[in-house]
């Protein structure tokens, strides 16, 4: 868990337990964002900009408030409820921010319920995955 990529002599914050989490928060918010789109009548391999166009917000949010929020950083997985405490609250923020780029820098309007649906599918998802990948490492690390 430890273990760092080294590239020329120099270690890197990002380790394998990272890598797995980061590539699972950006997975899962890039399919919620997917299904979304395909419930109103969009196809992203018709369409591959315009879900790139509606992805990267959110990512973007996420990717930025995590950091700020320390999300990945090791200590981080010390117990199951700090993980939900934590995650929770980085979301919500995020997902704030992802609406706020998505209307400001990308232009995109949406519904009143869209917010909603947007934070709450995305804290179920994300709190979800964080809660049950740290559950199982915590139980295999014992």
Do not use: K
């Amino acid at each position: 868990m430890d273990t760092a990529v080294r590239t020329d002599g120099r270690s890197r914050l990002v380790d394998r337990e990272t890598l797995i989490l980061g590539v699972g928060d950006v997975g899962l918010l890039a399919g919620l964002v997917l299904v979304g789109q395909r419930s109103h009548g969009v196809n992203p391999l018709e369409q591959p900009i315009a879900s790139l166009e509606a992805i990267a917000p959110f990512v973007i949010g996420w990717l930025v408030v995590a950091v700020l929020a320390g999300v990945y950083a090791h200590t981080v997985v010390s117990s199951v409820t700090r993980v939900a405490r934590l995650t929770t609250v980085t979301w919500i923020a995020a997902a704030n921010v992802g609406l706020l780029l998505r209307q400001s820098v990308f232009g995109d309007t949406a519904a009143w319920p869209f917010p909603l649906v947007m934070t709450g599918f995305g804290l179920l998802l994300i709190v979800g995955w964080r809660v049950g990948y740290t559950a199982v490492l915590y139980r295999t690390s014992q």
